[in-house]
């Protein structure tokens, strides 16, 4: 009886274990998005991927951050990325490590822009858009939306806001006066209460 109670220990600890470790990877296929010719993939890429000296990163009003990100830690506003004078996204960053990393190098967990407007002359967005796991969401409507996400589980699909997850991901779209997609956002779910 004493041997059977601590298989049975043993199993309820393994499958804690399991459930707890699914629970924390939050499964999903990491989004990969084109910015300006560069690949990012939400969760694994650093923004090292964007030199300096071929783009602009800053964060507004503070300029390009150039001191240590401590491990363990988020940004929890956003760094423009431009190039060539055109905006191509805001990228927010983490540091999931536990060594200090340069913000400008640490791991994007997500990124959003908007569309350039063919019929808006001061347009600042770049007219080569982002790419979202290969798709061109530029003047795409609601119906283009639902179709390339249809593999993912609809969080909303109602009036100009769209939202989908897969796992820890999560996909928006804002839809403009038009109907067509006018800003993107990809976002990777992280522990935002470090201690």
């Not at 409507?141 to 897969?166: C, I, P, Q």
Request: charged share 25%; aromatic share 10%.
């Amino acid at each position: 009886m004493k041997r059977m109670k601590s298989r049975l220990v043993g199993l309820l600890l393994a499958a804690a274990t399991v459930l707890t470790m699914s629970a924390c990877s939050g499964g999903g296929t990491a989004p990969v998005l084109t910015v300006a010719g560069k690949e990012v993939t939400l969760g694994e890429t650093g923004a090292g991927v964007f030199p300096l000296t071929e783009f602009e990163m800053a964060i507004p009003g503070q300029g390009t951050p150039m001191d240590m990100m401590p491990g363990k830690s988020w940004l929890s506003t956003f760094m423009t990325l431009k190039k060539d004078g055109d905006s191509y996204a805001y990228v927010y960053v983490y540091n999931p490590e536990r060594s200090e990393v340069l913000v400008t190098s640490a791991t994007i967990y997500k990124l959003s822009f908007s569309m350039h407007g063919e019929d808006t002359e001061a347009s600042y967005w770049a007219e080569d858009n982002v790419l979202v796991n290969g798709t061109n969401y530029f003047g795409m409507d609601a119906d283009g939306v639902k179709e390339t996400m249809a593999e993912f589980k609809a969080l909303s699909e109602e009036g100009d806001y769209l939202s989908y997850r897969d796992g820890k991901y999560l996909y928006r779209f804002e839809l403009d006066e038009n109907g067509v997609v006018d800003e993107v956002e990809v976002e990777m779910d992280i522990e935002k209460s470090y201690s």
